[in-house]
């Protein structure tokens, strides 16, 4: 499957690992109707394509990850109320059945709609100088879509709190490591090649046995314990022989390992 020409963001295939860099830091790596479509695409070329292991998405300039929807633009609703959908689910991996791990590396400000690829991380590594706000309040705008991804990942206090203040205050790198949002923090010289670093070494374990942990744990999410519990042992009878077919017993236990 071929993923064809990109505008508002670059994506590179290397050793199992499909890197996304938004790429539009003069709008502050907002999103637009053309990026929309881009990932679209994007999820689409990541689901059907058995080299994709695992993905990064990151993002150029130097002040924002992204700031949401590109104001100036807009994005496309339709006028007909009983056909419109949700802007971000086309940014979504998990929403367009892409269950390759996700891992987000952040920096500068996480504003808005850039939520909706948060909410769907599997990991997510930030600088020190992350902030992470929800301006819609502050526009008159009613917050919703991407506060109720949110409240899936973090106290539903720190949620409210966002939405609630909107303009007037943003979470620090630090707090969101506190309340578990963002699983490290690493100087922003070092960030990309923490990320990549993690990617390597998710896309060094069998494609079957990653992809099936992804969709058992997220799918928890939405159901109840018996019903999770019942889906997972379904993958595992599924994704089990193939996984370890794919696995060198003896290569896998090392003495290389992080504590954190």
Same mark, same amino acid.
């Given at each position: ?10 994506? =590179?295939? &290397? ?10 830091? =003069?709008?502050?790596? @907002? ?12 999820? %689409? ?14 993002? &150029? ?18 006028? &007909? +109320?009983? @056909? ?21 590396? +952040? ?8 939520? $909706? ?11 020190? %100088?992350? /902030? ?6 502050? $526009? ?10 949110? *409240? ?9 709190? !966002?939405?609630?203040? #909107?303009?007037?205050?943003? !979470?620090?790198? /630090?707090?969101?490591? =506190?309340?578990?949002?963002?699983? =490290? ?21 069998? *494609?079957?046995?990653?992809? #099936?942990? +992804? ?12 019903? *999770?519990?019942?889906?997972? !042992? @379904? $993958?595992? @009878?599924?994704? &089990?022989?193939?996984?370890? *077919? ?10 290389? $390992?992080?504590?954190?």
């Amino acid at each position: 499957m071929e993923l064809g020409s990109l505008k508002s963001v670059i994506a =590179e295939l &290397n050793g199992h690992i499909l890197t996304i860099t938004l790429n539009r830091p =003069e709008r502050l790596n @907002s999103f637009t109707n053309l990026m929309r479509d881009e990932f679209r695409r994007i999820w %689409d070329f990541a689901r059907e394509t058995g080299d994709v292991h695992v993905i990064v998405l990151r993002a &150029n300039g130097e002040r924002a990850f992204s700031t949401g929807s590109d104001t100036g633009e807009g994005t496309f609703i339709s006028e &007909n +109320v009983f @056909s419109r959908r949700d802007p971000g689910s086309d940014l979504s991996p998990k929403h367009n059945g892409c269950w390759k791990p996700l891992i987000c590396a +952040v920096h500068g400000m996480v504003a808005g709609g850039a939520l $909706y690829w948060l909410n769907e991380a599997d990991i997510i590594v930030s600088s020190p %100088d992350a /902030q992470f706000f929800d301006p819609h309040v502050s $526009y008159g705008m009613v917050a919703a879509l991407e506060p109720i991804g949110l *409240a899936h990942r973090i106290p539903i206090g720190e949620v409210l709190r !966002m939405v609630l203040l #909107g303009l007037d205050e943003r !979470m620090s790198a /630090q707090r969101a490591y =506190e309340i578990g949002f963002v699983s =490290e923090i690493v100087p922003r010289a070092d960030l990309w090649d923490r990320a990549e670093r993690l990617a390597q070494r998710i896309a060094a374990k069998p *494609a079957a046995a990653i992809q #099936g942990s +992804v969709r058992a744990i997220w799918e928890s999410k939405d159901t109840g314990r018996s019903h *999770a519990l019942a889906t997972g !042992m @379904s $993958y595992t @009878s599924l994704g &089990n022989p193939i996984g370890k *077919a794919e696995v060198v017993k003896s290569e896998v236990r090392t003495k290389e $390992y992080e504590v954190r």
